[in-house]
């Protein structure tokens, strides 16, 4: 059997509807690393969250923020910051539209905003801790992603303001920033570029909108049967709902375990 390389996704693809890794999910992992194939964690979220899962299924290689900041066996391959002088130029714009924004690094998660009623109920969504209150943080370190708290009006408006960036929605309040060349794909090709795989080895699992282009890349995709029909469209194919463990039937139906 050939070797693949695994992408794994989180909300909504590892973790189920309660934030939880399933059981049924971890076995599959675990059987498919016995058999020789590579799991990688794919994520939107930033390395400092990163922790429990890692820890969960014994992995210390992840694609973060988007493709922003890559990791392979516990060592950074790729890192692509925000130039900061975009980043001073949206925190101008987003001040002035009175638009909240909380900035991300590789180990803290920053924000002017001290108890924004937007930003608390998004961070809720993902049991996340409200941001550390320091305006100035992001002017002395490198800023991997960005949370932009405005409504989808807003956002195309920022669209057009910033063509340097991308905004993937992830929030009804909310739009992931990160530099427009950059996703969850390019994360992929760092591994490549690193490793003995070929495009062909690399397997996706994903089924937010911020997955559309890992999985149009991979040699072979999964969407989730609760994904967005977007990311169902750019899979190979689709499985179950990830609370009637979706993951690990994809994974047994391509033989990975």
Do not use: C
């Amino acid at each position: 059997m050939d070797k693949k390389i695994l992408f794994f996704d989180i909300d909504g693809t590892l973790y189920n509807s309660e934030k939880k890794l399933p059981p049924a999910t971890y076995e599959a992992i675990k059987k498919a690393e016995e058999n020789g194939h590579e799991a990688v964690i794919a994520t939107g979220r930033s390395p400092f969250f990163l922790k429990p899962v890692l820890e969960e299924l014994g992995l210390n290689s992840f694609i973060s923020f988007n493709g922003q900041y890559v990791v392979y066996k516990g060592k950074v391959i790729s890192e692509r910051p925000i130039p900061m002088e975009i980043v001073e130029k949206l925190v101008v714009q987003a001040e002035e539209e009175n638009n909240p924004v909380v900035f991300l690094d590789d180990v803290r998660m920053t924000s002017a905003a001290k108890d924004d009623v937007k930003v608390r109920t998004s961070m809720d969504s993902l049991f996340y801790p409200m941001p550390e209150v320091d305006a100035e943080y992001y002017k002395q370190s490198n800023t991997y992603q960005i949370l932009l708290y405005v409504d989808e009006k807003g956002e195309e408006r920022y669209a057009n303001l910033f063509p340097e960036l991308k905004l993937i929605r992830w929030h009804e309040f909310s739009v992931d920033v990160i530099n427009k060349d950059v996703s969850k794909a390019y994360g992929i090709q760092q591994f490549l570029k690193h490793t003995a795989f070929e495009i062909e080895d690399a397997i996706a699992f994903g089924d937010g909108l911020n997955d559309v282009e890992m999985l149009q890349a991979a040699g072979t995709s999964v969407a989730m049967g609760n994904g967005h029909p977007k990311a169902k469209e750019a899979a190979t194919f689709v499985t179950d709902h990830v609370d009637d463990d979706g993951l690990s039937k994809a994974m047994k139906k391509l033989g990975l375990w």
